[in-house]
């Protein structure tokens, strides 16, 4: 493992390993601080590897890729969480990877999140394991109806999971899951969901944003609010929670914690991306410094960047490949509004639940900003609606003229 704590100036090269559209805006930050950076994914045509200096096309399980990939690098990072750990440990061999493999590994698979973070003390939702058929009936005792069968790993955004009631429920849930290794937790019941994006750096040094408040659709995060609106002393017990796990994983990068804020405002902590996060896009244009050059700053060794809020109130609002659908969303008319921040992903092709892009706007209240960002994607929504109106009528006509 190559453990060099000197810092990684500008000009020099990152490397990332994942190529969707955090890579992207990571690759966007370091190029704003004056480094280089080579992209490593299997897909074709990457998000990130259109703004990379170069991309590495090849699967993660082509270890000697992976070697000749962090030759050129002088640190690599990663965007996402499911790169296998083998080619974690490829790349180590030749440059510093940050974070640690030992933070992937750990969230790579939830039985194992759970485990760990339960070992700090921090407060997670009643859990069991579901290995074999044997494990049905006490996972479900142990955890107690409603409940909420997930699989082990690579779920994410409402993939792999089923709400269940009964050990009959239970059963048929595991059947449809294909009997994959899983998780069985409680079901909570929670008031809202909250987010903290902190970051730690290659000297212990810890920043944290203000907690954010999500709304999802669909399993899907749908609107960020920041900061969320809630008292300090959750703002205070989210962050205390997001610095333990920090610094119990020696983390040296960013990450975010999800949770899920109760009635009587106590927390409980729903799982770890150990990674910038979609609630965290708000920072790119409300904060200081945003949550990729902060994980820029901390995988180089350079100091952590400020986390203040630059605007009052903030939302950003998720587009997804539904958008799509009947046309091509009407940008100029989202553009009209100079309040209006637009992100889009590079994305070839969009489909139902696809992340391909996001806004963000300002408000007088927070509250004001959640509507705004609202009404702001309704107009995208509005333009296709009215391009496939005036479409069908010009069909209509050319039929009638032809007859």
């Given at each position: 493992m190559n453990t060099d704590t000197s810092p990684v100036l500008p000009g020099a090269t990152l490397g990332v390993l994942g190529g969707g559209q955090l890579g992207r805006m990571f690759v966007l930050a370091a190029r704003r601080l004056g480094y280089r950076t080579v992209v490593f994914a299997p897909e074709q045509d990457p998000p990130a590897g259109q703004a990379a200096d170069r991309t590495v096309r090849a699967p993660y399980a082509d270890l000697d890729a992976v070697e000749r990939f962090a030759r050129?690098?002088?640190?690599?990072?990663?965007?996402?969480?499911?790169?296998?750990?083998?080619?974690?440990?490829?790349?180590?061999?030749?440059?510093?990877?940050?974070?640690?493999?030992?933070?992937?590994?750990?969230?790579?698979?939830?039985?194992?999140?759970?485990?760990?973070?339960?070992?700090?003390?921090?407060?997670?939702?009643?859990?069991?394991?579901?290995?074999?058929?044997?494990?049905?009936?006490?996972?479900?005792l142990a955890t107690r109806a409603p409940a909420v069968l997930k699989t082990s790993g690579s779920g994410y955004d409402g993939h792999g999971q089923r709400r269940v009631g009964t050990d009959e429920g239970l059963a048929a849930a595991w059947d449809e899951l294909d009997r994959a290794p899983c998780v069985l937790e409680a079901l909570v019941d929670f008031r809202d969901e909250l987010s903290v994006v902190g970051a730690r750096g290659l000297d212990g040094e810890v920043a944290l944003y203000e907690p954010f408040m999500n709304r999802h659709a669909n399993h899907v995060l749908d609107v960020t609010l920041s900061p969320a609106p809630v008292p300090g002393v959750v703002r205070d017990a989210a962050h205390e929670m997001t610095r333990a796990v920090l610094e119990a994983f020696d983390v040296v990068g960013v990450l975010c914690v999800e949770f899920f804020l109760l009635h009587d405002d106590s927390l409980v902590v729903n799982e770890v991306a150990p990674r910038p996060?979609?609630?965290?896009?708000?920072?790119?244009?409300?904060?200081?410094?945003d949550q990729f050059e902060q994980q820029v700053r901390a995988v180089c060794g350079l100091p952590l960047g400020s986390t203040r809020q630059v605007v009052r109130h903030a939302a950003t609002a998720n587009l997804l490949g539904d958008l799509w659908e009947d046309g091509t969303p009407d940008w100029p008319a989202l553009l009209a509004d100079p309040d209006v921040a637009l992100h889009l992903y590079g994305k070839s092709a969009a489909r139902p639940g696809r992340k391909m892009g996001h806004l963000t706007v300002t408000g007088r209240t927070i509250d004001d900003a959640e509507r705004r960002a609202r009404a702001a994607r309704a107009v995208l929504r509005e333009g296709v609606a009215r391009s496939a109106s005036s479409t069908g009528r010009l069909s209509a006509v050319s039929a009638r003229s032809a007859r």
């Amino acid at each position: 493992m190559n453990t060099d704590t000197s810092p990684v100036l500008p000009g020099a090269t990152l490397g990332v390993l994942g190529g969707g559209q955090l890579g992207r805006m990571f690759v966007l930050a370091a190029r704003r601080l004056g480094y280089r950076t080579v992209v490593f994914a299997p897909e074709q045509d990457p998000p990130a590897g259109q703004a990379a200096d170069r991309t590495v096309r090849a699967p993660y399980a082509d270890l000697d890729a992976v070697e000749r990939f962090a030759r050129e690098v002088d640190v690599v990072t990663f965007e996402f969480e499911n790169v296998p750990v083998t080619a974690v440990r490829a790349a180590e061999r030749h440059a510093p990877v940050r974070p640690s493999r030992a933070l992937l590994h750990a969230t790579q698979d939830r039985l194992r999140e759970k485990r760990a973070l339960s070992s700090l003390g921090l407060p997670v939702a009643p859990f069991a394991p579901v290995r074999e058929e044997s494990d049905l009936r006490p996972a479900l005792l142990a955890t107690r109806a409603p409940a909420v069968l997930k699989t082990s790993g690579s779920g994410y955004d409402g993939h792999g999971q089923r709400r269940v009631g009964t050990d009959e429920g239970l059963a048929a849930a595991w059947d449809e899951l294909d009997r994959a290794p899983c998780v069985l937790e409680a079901l909570v019941d929670f008031r809202d969901e909250l987010s903290v994006v902190g970051a730690r750096g290659l000297d212990g040094e810890v920043a944290l944003y203000e907690p954010f408040m999500n709304r999802h659709a669909n399993h899907v995060l749908d609107v960020t609010l920041s900061p969320a609106p809630v008292p300090g002393v959750v703002r205070d017990a989210a962050h205390e929670m997001t610095r333990a796990v920090l610094e119990a994983f020696d983390v040296v990068g960013v990450l975010c914690v999800e949770f899920f804020l109760l009635h009587d405002d106590s927390l409980v902590v729903n799982e770890v991306a150990p990674r910038p996060h979609n609630s965290g896009h708000v920072t790119i244009d409300a904060h200081r410094c945003d949550q990729f050059e902060q994980q820029v700053r901390a995988v180089c060794g350079l100091p952590l960047g400020s986390t203040r809020q630059v605007v009052r109130h903030a939302a950003t609002a998720n587009l997804l490949g539904d958008l799509w659908e009947d046309g091509t969303p009407d940008w100029p008319a989202l553009l009209a509004d100079p309040d209006v921040a637009l992100h889009l992903y590079g994305k070839s092709a969009a489909r139902p639940g696809r992340k391909m892009g996001h806004l963000t706007v300002t408000g007088r209240t927070i509250d004001d900003a959640e509507r705004r960002a609202r009404a702001a994607r309704a107009v995208l929504r509005e333009g296709v609606a009215r391009s496939a109106s005036s479409t069908g009528r010009l069909s209509a006509v050319s039929a009638r003229s032809a007859r």
